[in-house]
């Protein structure tokens, strides 16, 4: 079975967005070409990115023609090709499917169209941001790992990653980097009761 990957970049106290609008919500997050370097290997190893809206539609006003700017980088070369070629899967009530190359939309019986998606072929579903899709996955229990890239930044209000959390979810660390820019990347297995 498909495991489910929150691939997230938080502040120390708990937020991934800030109370900013639109990209300057993410105005702090650290980027570096080690960190991207380090990503962009993970990502290579899966074929699925799950998204909400409002995260998916940014990714599409960018990343499909990302390696085709003067002054793109490697990463953007890299991540551009990944995207494209990535199966999208979006939790959202309002999205039609129509126009969405390559993208499946989920509107309704969330637990039952992932446990689907779960048992189909390919590999490991990252979720890229998008903190309402996970906390709707959170509350469903279904997310079976978090890579949380941890920003040295209080941001004080914004977005929390973990929000109406009902149940208790024991974690266990399996491994972390730390980068220079002083980014800690903590990848948690959830432990599920045998």
Not at 70 to 78: E, F, N, R, T, W
Not at 99 to 107: D, M
């Amino acid at each position: 079975m498909r495991k489910i990957v929150s691939f997230v970049h938080v502040s120390l106290d708990g937020f991934v967005a800030s109370t900013a609008e639109g990209l300057a919500s993410l105005a702090w997050i650290s980027i570096s070409p080690d960190l991207f370097e380090y990503v962009e290997q993970r990502i290579q190893q899966t074929d699925t990115a799950l998204y909400g809206r409002i995260t998916y539609q940014m990714m599409e006003s960018y990343w499909p023609t990302a390696a085709d700017k003067l002054d793109a980088s490697p990463h953007d070369h890299a991540h551009s090709r990944w995207y494209k070629s990535a199966h999208k899967v979006v939790l959202s009530k309002t999205l039609l499917e129509k126009n969405h190359p390559n993208t499946q939309i989920i509107s309704s019986n969330l637990s039952d169209e992932i446990s689907k998606l779960r048992h189909s072929a390919g590999s490991e579903i990252l979720i890229f941001g998008s903190p309402s899709a996970t906390h709707a996955l959170m509350a469903e229990n279904l997310i079976d790992e978090y890579w949380l890239f941890v920003n040295p930044i209080l941001l004080g209000q914004g977005i929390p990653l973990f929000k109406n959390i009902k149940d208790r979810t024991s974690l266990m660390l399996v491994k972390s980097k730390v980068f220079p820019s002083g980014v800690v990347c903590l990848q948690y297995e959830v432990k599920r009761n045998q």
